[in-house]
Structures are given as C-alpha cells and as structure tokens.
C-alpha cells in the first residue's frame, strides 16, 4: 500500500497560471480532503469530498476546484495562480467504516507563486 | 468563532524526561479530539485520538487527557528521545458530516540528547 501520493512534490507557478495538484490514494477511503498549510500555522480545509461524484466547499475554497470522477483520485485545481496561494498543500483520506475518525496525509505539495 | 490554541513557542527538554503539550480550545464541545505528529517537509501522522467521554488515553509512551469543562487537553511524552522531537498537532472535528478537522497550529517539541 503506497497510501496517499500527491504530485508535485515542488513547484513554482506565475501569477495567473493555472495548475492541478495531484492526489490518489489505494486504500478504498471515501473520504478525501484538501488542506493548506502557511507558515506557522495549522491546516485549513479547502475542499472535501464523501465519495466519487460529490465535492463541497471547506473553510477556504476561493481560487480552487475539484473533482472526484474516482474513489482513488481527488484532484485539486488553481485556475489563475495568485500569491496568496503560495503553500504546502496536502490531501487526505479516511475510511467510511472501522477507524473512521483517522485521516491519512499525503507528503504534500509546495506550491510558491512569483 | 472556534479558536484552536496551541503554545506557538518551542518547547525544549533533556532526553529521558516528560513533554506535556496543551491544546486549549473554545466556544464548541466537540466529540473527540486528535494528536498528530509533523516532522519537517512531511505531512501530518495520526497518533491518538480520545472521546468526550474518556478522560485519559495511553498508546506506549503517549498520554492524551481531555477536559471537557477546561476545554483542554493535555498530550503527554515520557521517557522523552531525541527521535521525539516534530511538531505536534492537536486537531478537532468540528462538523460530524463532513469529518474535516480543524486543527491547532502546533507546537515544536524539541528533545535534547
């Protein structure tokens, strides 16, 4: 079991450009998460989703969109890049039955917006 | 609003002895609270989880206390080692629904030899 894997590990945009950080995890969860990390400070949900097909809103989804077309994958979207959006970005998953409560992080993605 | 509060200073101790991290929180009663482990360029690992109604958990040398009326809980490291030394991160499901965890914004433990 790989877990959860994210893609990029590193990237530096342009303001404007747009770009998808990828998210797949191989352990069936339902449950998926995009979180942002700044500097110091604790994560903060972006986008979640129960399952395949059903997406809705965190505490901080403005400039970001999903997608869930699979239970494996949930990738997130920057359409116009700003620096503000400068982040570690990390996705996250948990199981619909058993130790629900548990959510299993990815390594992350640096993002820098210049 | 809820407010996660979790000491920003480092915290440093001599190898061998007990850390203890406080996680504060305000204006929600949620139904369990969450300690997770970040080391450097990694993204967050669950450890312990306790309940509303547990008062004390133990997982090895890990010890979680959760007070409902301070709103509070306590994360305990004893017999503390070098290899201890991450940031700890308290974090709490604020909407049973969605299972998305608010989190603290850590604290650095550091574990000196």
């Known amino acids: 079991n790989a877990g959860v894997t994210q893609t990029p590990k590193f990237r530096i945009l342009k303001i404007g450009q747009s770009m998808t950080l990828q998210c797949t995890q191989d352990m069936n969860h339902n449950y998926m998460y995009w979180y942002r990390q700044d500097p110091g400070m604790g994560l903060k949900l972006i986008y979640y989703s129960v399952g395949a097909g059903i997406t809705d809103k965190g505490e901080v989804p403005n400039g970001y969109n999903v997608s869930r077309s699979t239970t494996e994958d949930f990738p997130l979207r920057l359409e116009l890049a700003a620096p503000s959006q400068t982040s570690v970005y990390f996705c996250?998953?948990?199981?619909?039955?058993?130790?629900?409560?548990?959510?299993?992080f990815g390594p992350g993605t640096r993002l820098l917006v210049l | 609003s809820q407010k996660i509060e979790q000491n920003s200073e480092a915290l440093n101790i001599q190898e061998g002895k007990t850390a203890t991290l406080t996680c504060n929180y305000t204006n929600y009663s949620p139904a369990y609270l969450q300690w997770y482990r970040q080391d450097p360029g990694r993204g967050p690992v669950f450890l312990l989880l306790?309940?509303?109604?547990?008062k004390e958990k133990r997982k090895e040398r890990l010890k979680v206390t959760f007070d409902t009326t301070l709103k509070q809980s306590l994360f305990h490291i004893t017999a503390s080692q070098p290899a201890d030394s991450a940031t700890y991160l308290c974090?709490?499901?604020?909407?049973?629904?969605?299972?998305?965890?608010?989190f603290g914004s850590g604290t650095r433990l550091q574990v000196q030899p």
């Open positions: 306790i309940r509303e109604n547990e």
């Open positions: 996250a998953s948990s199981p619909l039955r058993g130790e629900t409560e548990t959510q299993y």
């Open positions: 974090a709490l499901v604020m909407d049973m629904g969605r299972r998305a965890l608010t």
